[in-house]
Structure formats: structure tokens, C-alpha cells
């Protein structure tokens, strides 16, 4: 079977996305870590456990949305 590469333009858009859902994974633990419980949406262990899931980036978002609670 012939090995089939991935065109420039086509990693390029994949390293961008990888990129982007690291620097959510992060941004979300950083805030999670510093943010008291009583100002999160359930369980911090299971927000923090749910970025081991690979999220596309959607576990991100959905704890900036639905996860936190107003200060």
C-alpha cells in the first residue's frame, strides 16, 4: 500500500488547530487551579480530568461557558 502524505496547506491547518487547543487545555487548568470550587460548575476533578479526553478543543470551551461561575 502507498503511503499518502498530508499536503503543506493541510498540516500547516493541523499544527494551527494542535496549537490552538494546547493553548486552551492551558489557559482552562490555569484557571481552574487558581479559581475557588464554590466558582465552578461541578466537580474541579472532572473538569481537570476531562483534558485528558482527546476534546478538540471542546472541553475547553464548553468549562469557559458552562463551567464557570461569575465572580
Do not use: C, H, Q
Request: no cysteine; hydrophobic share 50%; glycine share 8%.
Amino acid at each position: 500500500m502507498a503511503k499518502r502524505r498530508l499536503s503543506p496547506r493541510t498540516r500547516r491547518i493541523l499544527m494551527v488547530a494542535g496549537a490552538i487547543e494546547g493553548v486552551l487545555k492551558i489557559a482552562m487548568l490555569a484557571d481552574l487551579r487558581r479559581r475557588p470550587a464554590s466558582l465552578v460548575n461541578g466537580s474541579k476533578k472532572v473538569w481537570a480530568w476531562s483534558t485528558v479526553v482527546n476534546s478538540a478543543g471542546l472541553i475547553p470551551i464548553a468549562y469557559f461557558v458552562y463551567g464557570r461561575r461569575g465572580r
